[in-house]
């Protein structure tokens, strides 16, 4: 007998600032059935914004895919010249643990405090971290 927890995808919000930032913030798991989705708002952000900030603090999982979304993200701002920011402030372990082992958190602008992701995310052009 095999016992196996529903996985249920999570949510992904969207909110355009004052600023002309474009937060989008995942809630919950992501992966592949999530991805998709993410990528094709991250798009339409992209081409219709100051700036992309991705929130990931109440995001508990992510996976691969998601990072795949996330690297797209950064590299499409730097080619539109905008933007890019991820925040990862009282974020779940599981989530910055695959940050830390991938490398990302010191690679992307990941900020702990949501307001200087929004201050990078509406500065310009994307920075390293």
Do not use: C, W
Request: aromatic share 2%; hydrophobic share 45%; charged share 20%.
């Amino acid at each position: 007998m095999s016992i196996l927890a529903a996985v249920h995808p999570g949510e992904i919000g969207l909110e355009r600032k004052e600023s002309g930032v474009v937060v989008l913030t995942l809630t919950g798991e992501h992966d592949l059935t999530t991805a998709p989705v993410l990528r094709e708002q991250m798009e339409s952000a992209v081409t219709d914004s100051s700036g992309v900030l991705i929130d990931l603090s109440a995001a508990e999982f992510i996976d691969s895919s998601i990072i795949g979304v996330v690297l797209e993200a950064r590299r499409r701002t730097e080619e539109a010249g905008i933007g890019f920011a991820a925040a990862l402030h009282d974020g779940q372990p599981a989530v910055r643990r695959v940050l830390e082992v991938t490398g990302l958190d010191s690679n992307l602008p990941v900020h702990a405090d949501l307001d200087a992701a929004l201050v990078q995310a509406g500065a310009g052009q994307a920075g390293g971290g």
